[in-house]
């Protein structure tokens, strides 16, 4: 995964959500996210927009969805993309939200940058993380930043409650004896990110699930 791997941390140039303990959850990097180490930075040469504009940075949240790539997820979902073609469809249409958003967003000369060389070539880029493939992932941490960001993402609203799902139940008290009945389980089908975001800590609950 793109966002798992990268070496250095992103440098945001907006913060998008943030965590309920304060530090960033989801940010957004128009400046290839380079810091001080870099040798673009070194030279003090401007450093190309990356086709990755937001990321994944809470390292509870990360490392739940690492766990989900290295069984297979990116694979599991593609499976899934191939096999539905409504789903199929509702992926690529997110490409177009991502491409509107970073116009909207990224100052006017960094966006011609960033057509330059992932929209205009003939090997072009689509959505976060930029894939060759439309219909295809390759970064489960990306299509969930773009969830969280609160950009429509299907795949990453899947992975994100999927987690979210297996940590509430993994927190929730057993009852005591068979009489007793189970606590209610939150519908997460229909709440919003923002209703996510603000029910659950999202950074703890991940952190806890961990420590299981």
């Not at 440098?11 to 180490?37: F, I, L, Q, T, Y």
């Not at 069984?71 to 993309?81: T, Y």
């Not at 969280?148 to 795949?155: E, R």
């Not at 992975?159 to 005591?176: C, D, F, H, I, Q």
Request: proline fraction near 7%; charged fraction near 20%; glycine fraction near 4%.
């Amino acid at each position: 995964s793109t966002q798992s791997t990268w070496a250095h941390r992103p440098v945001p140039d907006r913060e998008m959500v943030r965590c309920h303990s304060g530090h960033n959850m989801v940010v957004a990097c128009w400046n290839s996210g380079k810091d001080s180490k870099t040798p673009y930075a070194k030279k003090k040469k401007p450093a190309v927009v990356g086709a990755t504009v937001l990321w994944l940075l809470c390292p509870n949240i990360s490392k739940a969805i690492s766990r989900i790539e290295a069984e297979g997820g990116v694979a599991d979902w593609n499976a899934k993309l191939e096999a539905d073609s409504a789903l199929t469809q509702a992926h690529v249409d997110t490409h177009r939200a991502y491409e509107e958003w970073v116009q909207s967003t990224l100052p006017e000369e960094t966006y011609q940058e960033f057509c330059k060389y992932h929209i205009l070539p003939r090997q072009r880029k689509f959505g976060n993380a930029g894939v060759n493939v439309p219909q295809a992932i390759k970064c489960l941490h990306a299509q969930s930043a773009m969830y969280l960001a609160g950009l429509p993402n299907p795949v990453g609203e899947s992975v994100v409650k999927a987690v979210v799902r297996e940590a509430l139940a993994l927190a929730r008290p057993k009852p005591t004896n068979q009489l007793e009945p189970e606590p209610s389980k939150p519908d997460l089908d229909s709440m919003s990110v923002a209703q996510l975001l603000e029910q659950h800590d999202l950074c703890t609950l991940f952190h806890a699930h961990h420590e299981r």
